[in-house]
């Protein structure tokens, strides 16, 4: 296993976050997840990424900082009826995933609840305006949980990729979309 450590996020003994938006209740009553609640911890900075799709089962990629980077894949597997794990142990720099994650907001973006999402068109004959919106009936969910000294929060998307391509100019949509391309590099073969 090969699990590299970089210093370029560090400055001055420090890792640069963002801003970091904590929520003392999401988790206290969250069983979504097998896993041992992030709460428990002793990581200084934790990621966990809990992807759930409509037809399969629920998998998890966690980014850890205690004293290096390290990272790790949790799937079910139905013969076994129980969820196992492996290191990811590719050859990508974690310190450089995090600093995607951070560029992209992950500490501080909302809920897709609160993002606002109206396709607006404006007709000049009636001075009114008129909205559309989009919904999915099925598909993949993804939760983040964060943990980031003694702060830590949770929230989700649906669909964001269909979202984020029928409201083009919403970033946070963008930005989810993003965080899940920079996970997805840690398990990509």
């Given amino acids: 296993m090969t699990v590299l450590t970089s210093i370029a996020q560090n400055e001055d003994k420090s890792i640069f976050v963002g801003n970091v938006i904590s929520d003392t209740t999401t ?3 969250n069983t979504r997840t097998t896993l ?5 911890s002793q990581n200084k900075i934790e990621i966990r990424l809990t992807t759930s799709t409509t037809f399969e089962f629920t998998n998890y990629i ?11 894949y949790y799937y079910y597997e139905p013969s076994q009826d129980k ?20 560029e992209n907001n992950i500490f501080s973006l909302p809920d897709q609840d609160s993002v606002k999402t109206e396709k607006l068109s404006f007709h000049p004959e009636t001075n009114e305006f008129s909205g559309a919106g989009m919904s999915v009936c099925h598909g993949t969910c993804y939760w983040i949980d ?44």
Avoid: H
């Fill in 62 to 72: 966690i980014l850890t900082y205690n004293k290096r980077w390290t990272a790790k």
């Fill in 146 to 189: 964060f943990k980031v000294g003694d702060k830590f929060r949770t929230y989700n998307y649906c669909n964001p990729k269909d979202y984020a391509d029928f409201y083009p100019l919403v970033q946070e949509l963008r930005s989810f979309t993003n965080i899940l391309d920079i996970m997805g590099e840690l398990t990509k073969e």
């Fill in 27 to 29: 988790l206290i009553n």
């Fill in 36 to 40: 041992t609640s992030i709460l428990k």
């Fill in 83 to 102: 969820v196992l794990s492996k290191e990811i142990n590719k050859k990508v720099n974690l310190d450089t995933i995090f600093s995607k994650l951070v």
